[in-house]
């Protein structure tokens, strides 16, 4: 997870989170990753707790054995 903070100016102050995943899931296909991954983003308690600006970049990596 990146947490990023700026001043545009004294008195307008942005944030954001940004989270980055990918994962190996065996037998999962995009679609559902994708719900879930979605999912996660809706309910991230650092995003909520900071009333903050949200964004995800989500990739499911091919399973080999």
């Known amino acids: 997870?990146?947490?990023?903070?700026g001043r545009s100016s004294d008195r307008d102050r942005?944030?954001?989170v940004h989270l980055t995943l990918a994962a190996k899931i065996?037998?999962?296909d995009k679609a559902k990753f994708d719900?879930?991954?979605?999912m996660a983003k809706a309910g991230?308690?650092?995003?909520?707790l900071l009333n903050t600006?949200?964004?995800?970049?989500?990739?499911?990596?091919?399973?080999m054995l």
């Open 14 to 16: 942005r944030r954001s």
């Open 26 to 28: 065996p037998g999962a």
């Open 1 to 5: 997870m990146i947490f990023r903070s």
């Open 53 to 63: 600006k949200i964004t995800l970049d989500a990739t499911l990596l091919s399973w």
């Open 44 to 48: 991230c308690p650092v995003s909520k």
């Open 35 to 38: 719900e879930l991954a979605g």
